[in-house]
């Protein structure tokens, strides 16, 4: 519950109407009741605004409407997520050490930390303050685990991986797996031990079932900010920057080092060894297989900028009949050919 | 171990020869002994009857045959798995909540239920009759658990998840995990908390390692009798009709509707925001772009009829070839055009 | 911590120089400092020795330096492997069934064991001498391990597996879910039950996150020394023989045998029912949809020679300009065609 006068405050955004009244939830526009606040990022969608039965609107510029109170700011989405984050996310109390939990005596627990049962935390390792670990979490030896950290249930952070503050790990993901490293002796194959670690540093996000391999020696590093959705695939001593988007289903092969800002679109792919610079999109499916210059929106394998790959694409269905017309024209050609020379 | 007449009644099959044989158990047809089982579900695959030492088989049609009994029916594959589940599955006895699991006070478990060691159950959960969870598993606060459900070792389900009767969840599944939303603020992301849920329907079974992720607001929902393999990621808001079969690896993005009875085959996707119809075969590795009506079978990424992708990519090799014939055309064109003009 | 002569011993090299030097670690070419060892396995670095501070190098052929001693050996990767692994890698203490771990009564568990807590351990399960159990990891009833295993966080190894000696598997992997095999019946899907196994030879690795589902009945097998990465689908009752390579993300489907020393880069992929010889490469993104011969380098899909792939796919870029050049000389060849006719 807040005071909408606060919110509007909370996002820097201009106050239109009551400010006085009380909003409970955030709610889809369609959906939105009395008591909540919806938001318009849109402005194709202010249409919808006519049947909102919401008490209160973000937008990015004032509508003439008395129904609902608004509040006008440059980034309606980015208002929306903040307001719902601070009416609806309740960060739950601190528990401590639970029983059924297992912390190793050389383990160093800050304050206000949570860790549920069936946890098992290892020699050496440190958790900041109010850092969460949900049930079946395992933390080998001489982890470092910022504060504010969410690390949801089934992730198995491994020896000595560096975790930043506010870090969030979803579930049954794994940092620290050995990267995939042998030397091939004639017939067999002799596993070269990975004794580097992982970092992450502030603000990076995890997703379920993600898998950041450990280093060969040194380090794999995701920077700053950047968030890694499900089922990816980052391969030892690969290098993110800061900021980067990576989607589902994406593999990062080893030793490649993407810079700032990038997005990989969903089942992409590097190889390894490369370098990809700031600010380069990959579109779902693209695969990398050279560097890559900052600044690209790219597609396809191989890769090519994203608008030559649409035109590319919509004549790979026309490729039987391009056949077709080459040897029509061959033909064609040669009777003409025969022709001329009766002449 | 049962007797034939008694297995024939279970598929409603035709019993041909001694019904009063014991059959211990299900085997494929060329190790198939004494006392036991085997069908045929092709017809092409009849010759190999010759050498069975099978006790009976399950057929489409009875052959003229006394070394074994029969049991004829329309559909012996299903008669096959039929029979198979009656002689070979047997569910384990109920347990209880077992010594080492921890359940909140306040979760509601039913009767013959197991609770293997390890579990975490957390508050105002509920979980139906006989449904099993084996170690490790974790259930999130305030998740609704249907009747005879298998959830396996190492499955995280995340709070408020309402999952149907009889499904089943393969090992380190993921229920639950956020979905992959973030607001941009010029430079970096704010992410945008998950409210919403994952609502599984009866019979739904989700394979191993496989994310579901929870709704941003609302739900993502999994309709009745749909099979989702291994390694699968389903992204929030999506919703995915009944009895659709989606194979491993592939990703669906958020917010995307497919209908029922799809198949999604091995590695392919859909992007966001799409609507998918009934009945519709996306072939391994296509990949969803735009909206898809019902009744087709697609390919490719762009999608195409299955039968042009194939047509398409057989040409895809002979590029090269055809490069060099245009560019031989055209010289060739350019010649005949002098000798025209000289004559 | 060594002496520089028994390192040379160990990789039966030659060595050059002080053998008597103690050598701490192994390290990278630009960061070995004094007391450390690093390695060219490629001659065309030799350049970077000129700056090495390493008090020993392992090298394809003897340099004229005097700067460091030298271990010369025909495989210097293979020899950095084994120095690394004889200086960095040692084996924990074994500590026996820990506290917090459960294991049935009827388990065989040997000597030098080490399972952690909040590992559960089911009825008739064997495991061999020296096997490391992290924390977290279930072993269903009935499953064998061999000796020596290095079982990490989170596995679940499902019923009735068997497993060899010195099998390494990374966290989260998923060892003997359910094949993905369902009997139609009209609309639904009947789930056939997997009553089959997996077996996992000698040396294997499956990496984090993988999912080797088992047999609908007889066995899914992986052979001898074969290594997978991590997020890898393979299907039930697949054959993968010895020494073969499998990358992040690839996916086998059901049935599939896959010969000796194969490769299957990142991402590609194989249908079911195939045949695939020995010595077969898929490079990364590839599709396996029809038996393949041994001894074969083959892209795309469909699959076609490595080479010929390379050269299609350089050309696809240009199938817009291909169009407009068919189209082109259509035009032109008409025109002649019409001015040879008038004259």
């Not at 909408?4 to 369609?30: F, H, M, S």
């Amino acid at each position: 519950m807040a005071i909408l006068k606060d919110l509007a405050e909370l996002v820097q955004g201009t106050l239109v109407g009551d400010g006085d009244i009380e909003i409970r939830r955030v709610a889809p526009i369609t959906e939105a009741a009395e008591g909540e606040i919806t938001f318009i990022a849109n402005p194709k969608y202010l249409a919808k605004l006519k049947n909102t039965r919401a008490s209160a609107v973000i937008l990015p510029t004032a509508v003439d409407e008395g129904r609902f109170a608004q509040i006008v700011c440059p980034n309606p989405y980015l208002a929306f997520a903040k307001i719902l984050t601070f009416l609806q996310v309740k960060k739950p109390a601190a528990q401590g050490v639970m029983e059924g939990a297992r912390v190793a005596a050389s383990a160093n627990i800050g304050e206000d930390v949570t860790i549920h049962p069936g946890c098992v935390v290892g020699e050496g390792v440190a958790i900041g303050k109010g850092t969460i670990l949900y049930p079946g979490v395992v933390v080998y030896d001489d982890v470092t685990l910022g504060e504010d950290c969410v690390i949801h249930a089934q992730v198995s952070i491994r020896e000595g991986s560096r975790i930043g503050n506010r870090v969030i790990v979803q579930p049954s993901a794994v940092i620290g797996s050995d990267g995939f490293g042998y030397a091939p002796d004639g017939r067999q194959y002799f596993k070269i031990p990975q004794v580097g670690i992982v970092v992450l540093e502030d603000d990076v996000e995890i997703g379920a079932g993600s898998c950041i391999d450990r280093a060969a020696m040194g380090q794999t590093l995701i920077r700053r900010g950047t968030k890694i959705d499900n089922l990816v695939q980052v391969g030892h001593n690969t290098v993110v920057g800061e900021d980067t988007i990576i989607v589902s289903q994406v593999g990062i092969s080893g030793s490649t080092t993407i810079g700032d800002h990038c997005t990989f679109g969903g089942q992409s792919a590097a190889a390894g060894h490369l370098k990809i610079g700031d600010n380069v999109t990959i579109a779902g499916r693209g695969g990398v297989t050279k560097d890559v210059a900052s600044g690209q929106i790219l597609s396809g394998l191989p890769l090519m900028p994203h608008k030559e790959w649409l035109k590319a694409s919509m004549s790979f269905g026309k490729l039987p009949e391009m056949r077709k017309e080459i040897s029509r024209l061959k033909k064609q050609l040669e009777a003409l050919e025969m022709s001329v020379k009766e002449k």
